[in-house]
């Protein structure tokens, strides 16, 4: 069974600090590893995937298959990245990657 | 290009009435995807379509729950007899090929379904 487990709920820092965003999965493939963003009053869009190994809007997240960890990561946070963050997985096998299983979310707020 | 369109954004339902969400995909799309969001949890998959089929609804609950996706018009999701379990947010994703490798699906707004 898949599974992804966000395990903050809230999260809470000062512009300019570092943030980390927590994402743990658990599944018996080899996987692939979305993270979402909803800021206020916007739809959910996606924000990176871990095979595309990009950086947006100062963002990254690397794929720890050893950990199974997925975490989202930026050295310094601006008031901005204040929004929901969900991790995703979906299953890269059987062409079934359209069908995700998203964690809680984590509310991120960035404070002035 | 408005991206996902669902409708209504908020609908207010008696048990045993039915609901009806709506939901246009990005122009170009012909893959239309139906998430349920429940209070307090991830997204959830419920049922993939493209036009006039019905693709994989696995996530689907059997009973009073369909959805379908006619050759012209929205896609319709439709809950028969609702029950308070069924209060949710449902989102909509569209995308242009099958959830493409990236799996990148594009989410609408999503319709909130309150049951009382």
């Known amino acids: 069974a898949q599974r992804v487990t966000q395990p903050e709920k809230l999260l809470s820092v000062f512009k300019g600090a570092p943030v980390e965003l927590k994402c743990n999965y658990s599944?018996?493939?080899?996987?692939?590893l979305f993270w979402y963003v909803q800021y206020s009053r916007q739809r959910l869009q996606l924000l990176l995937r871990?095979?595309s190994r990009e950086s947006i809007k100062g963002f990254t997240a690397d794929l720890n298959k050893g950990e199974t960890s997925f975490h989202l990561k930026k050295p310094f946070a601006q008031e901005e990245d204040s929004a929901m963050y969900y991790c995703a997985l979906s299953g890269s096998s059987g062409g079934s990657n359209y069908k995700l299983t998203f964690g809680k979310g984590t509310l991120l707020t960035v404070n002035p | 290009n408005a991206g996902v369109m669902q409708n209504p954004r908020h609908l207010v339902r008696r048990r045993g009435q039915e609901a009806r969400l709506r939901c246009s995909p990005m122009k170009g799309h012909s893959h239309v995807y139906w998430y349920r969001q429940l209070p307090e949890e991830g997204l959830k998959f419920m049922v993939y379509?493209?036009?006039?089929?019905?693709?994989?609804e696995s996530g689907m609950p059997k009973e009073r729950f369909s959805a379908e996706f006619p050759k012209e018009g929205p896609s319709i999701l439709r809950i028969q007899q609702v029950v308070r379990g069924d209060s949710a947010a449902y989102f909509c994703?569209?995308?242009?090929?099958?959830?493409?490798?990236?799996?990148?699906?594009?989410f609408g707004e999503g319709s909130r379904l309150t049951v009382l």
């Open positions: 994703a569209s995308s242009q090929g099958q959830g493409s490798n990236t799996g990148e699906l594009f």
């Open positions: 871990h095979i």
């Open positions: 599944y018996s493939g080899s996987p692939e």
């Open positions: 379509l493209q036009k006039e089929n019905i693709i994989d």
